[in-house]
Protein backbone atom coordinates (compact mmCIF):
# COMPACT_ATOMS: atom_id res chain seq x y z
CA UNK A 1 0.00 0.00 0.00
CA UNK A 2 1.10 3.51 -0.50
CA UNK A 3 -0.23 6.96 0.87
CA UNK A 4 0.86 10.32 -0.65
CA UNK A 5 0.02 13.70 1.26
CA UNK A 6 0.52 16.77 -1.03
CA UNK A 7 1.61 19.69 0.38
CA UNK A 8 2.69 23.35 -1.08
CA UNK A 9 -0.90 24.58 -2.06
CA UNK A 10 -2.02 28.23 -1.35
CA UNK A 11 -3.22 31.31 -2.88
CA UNK A 12 -0.84 33.48 -5.75
CA UNK A 13 -1.13 36.05 -7.57
CA UNK A 14 -1.24 35.52 -11.67
CA UNK A 15 2.04 35.59 -12.81
CA UNK A 16 3.36 34.07 -9.86
CA UNK A 17 5.19 30.14 -8.68
CA UNK A 18 4.18 27.52 -6.25
CA UNK A 19 6.31 24.28 -5.79
CA UNK A 20 4.18 21.05 -4.59
CA UNK A 21 5.17 18.48 -2.85
CA UNK A 22 3.85 14.88 -2.51
CA UNK A 23 5.46 12.97 0.19
CA UNK A 24 5.32 8.54 -0.51
CA UNK A 25 5.48 6.10 1.97
CA UNK A 26 6.17 2.33 1.33
CA UNK A 27 9.14 0.58 -0.13
CA UNK A 28 7.74 0.86 -3.99
CA UNK A 29 8.30 4.45 -4.72
CA UNK A 30 11.20 4.42 -6.69
CA UNK A 31 9.53 2.12 -9.03
CA UNK A 32 6.61 3.95 -9.21
CA UNK A 33 5.58 6.31 -12.13
CA UNK A 34 3.85 9.48 -10.01
CA UNK A 35 1.72 11.86 -11.89
CA UNK A 36 -0.12 15.21 -10.40
CA UNK A 37 -3.93 15.51 -11.87
CA UNK A 38 -6.03 18.89 -10.91
CA UNK A 39 -9.91 19.43 -10.90
CA UNK A 40 -11.24 22.58 -11.32
CA UNK A 41 -14.85 23.40 -9.85
CA UNK A 42 -17.55 22.02 -11.56
CA UNK A 43 -15.35 20.42 -13.70
CA UNK A 44 -13.91 16.86 -14.70
CA UNK A 45 -10.57 15.76 -13.43
CA UNK A 46 -7.17 16.38 -15.94
CA UNK A 47 -4.37 14.94 -16.45
CA UNK A 48 -0.91 17.66 -15.83
CA UNK A 49 2.16 16.10 -15.47
CA UNK A 50 3.68 12.51 -15.00
CA UNK A 51 6.90 11.12 -14.55
CA UNK A 52 8.62 7.54 -15.03
CA UNK A 53 10.42 5.77 -12.42
CA UNK A 54 13.65 6.98 -12.96
CA UNK A 55 12.82 10.62 -13.44
CA UNK A 56 14.16 10.35 -17.09
CA UNK A 57 10.95 10.80 -18.76
CA UNK A 58 8.54 13.34 -18.03
CA UNK A 59 5.01 14.66 -20.08
CA UNK A 60 3.20 17.59 -19.58
CA UNK A 61 -0.67 18.48 -20.76
CA UNK A 62 -0.40 21.35 -23.48
CA UNK A 63 -1.84 23.84 -21.07
CA UNK A 64 0.86 23.65 -18.84
CA UNK A 65 3.83 22.93 -20.94
CA UNK A 66 6.47 25.53 -20.85
CA UNK A 67 5.09 26.59 -17.09
CA UNK A 68 5.26 23.48 -15.36
CA UNK A 69 8.09 21.33 -14.30
CA UNK A 70 7.59 17.66 -12.33
CA UNK A 71 10.45 16.06 -10.89
CA UNK A 72 11.45 13.27 -7.93
CA UNK A 73 14.02 12.80 -5.14
CA UNK A 74 13.85 8.75 -4.99
CA UNK A 75 16.12 9.34 -2.11
CA UNK A 76 13.27 11.39 -0.07
CA UNK A 77 10.60 9.70 -1.99
CA UNK A 78 9.02 12.98 -2.70
CA UNK A 79 7.97 13.98 -6.34
CA UNK A 80 7.24 17.73 -6.76
CA UNK A 81 5.53 20.03 -9.22
CA UNK A 82 6.89 23.20 -9.55
CA UNK A 83 4.34 26.09 -11.20
CA UNK A 84 5.77 28.86 -12.57
CA UNK A 85 3.87 31.90 -14.61
CA UNK A 86 0.17 30.93 -13.00
CA UNK A 87 -2.79 31.57 -14.64
CA UNK A 88 -6.37 32.22 -12.86
CA UNK A 89 -7.24 28.90 -15.03
CA UNK A 90 -4.65 26.93 -13.13
CA UNK A 91 -7.09 27.10 -9.86
CA UNK A 92 -7.71 23.62 -8.67
CA UNK A 93 -7.39 21.04 -6.27
CA UNK A 94 -3.89 19.05 -7.42
CA UNK A 95 -3.53 15.09 -6.61
CA UNK A 96 -0.91 13.72 -6.81
CA UNK A 97 -1.01 9.88 -8.06
CA UNK A 98 1.28 6.70 -8.08
CA UNK A 99 1.60 3.86 -10.43
CA UNK A 100 2.27 0.38 -10.22
CA UNK A 101 4.15 0.32 -12.84
CA UNK A 102 7.36 2.23 -13.68
CA UNK A 103 5.50 3.76 -16.33
CA UNK A 104 2.40 5.71 -16.76
CA UNK A 105 0.47 7.53 -19.40
CA UNK A 106 -2.02 10.52 -18.71
CA UNK A 107 -5.33 8.61 -18.13
CA UNK A 108 -5.95 7.98 -14.87
CA UNK A 109 -6.98 4.41 -14.63
CA UNK A 110 -3.26 4.30 -15.00
CA UNK A 111 -2.75 5.26 -11.61
CA UNK A 112 -3.67 3.23 -7.94
CA UNK A 113 -2.89 5.40 -5.30
CA UNK A 114 -4.10 8.91 -4.75
CA UNK A 115 -3.41 11.63 -2.45
CA UNK A 116 -6.28 13.51 -0.77
CA UNK A 117 -5.24 16.95 -2.68
CA UNK A 118 -3.75 20.78 -2.09
CA UNK A 119 -6.17 23.29 -2.99
CA UNK A 120 -4.16 25.60 -5.61
CA UNK A 121 -6.01 29.54 -6.02
CA UNK A 122 -4.47 31.52 -8.65
CA UNK A 123 -6.24 35.74 -8.53
CA UNK A 124 -6.40 37.62 -11.44
Known amino acids: QVQLVESGGGLVQAGGSLRLSCAASGRTFSSSAMGWFRQAPGKEREFVAR????????YYADSVKGRFTISRDNAKNTVYLQMNSLKAEDTAVYYC?????????????????WGQGTQVTVSS
Open 51 to 58: INWSGTST
Open 97 to 113: AASRGRYAGAPGNEYDY
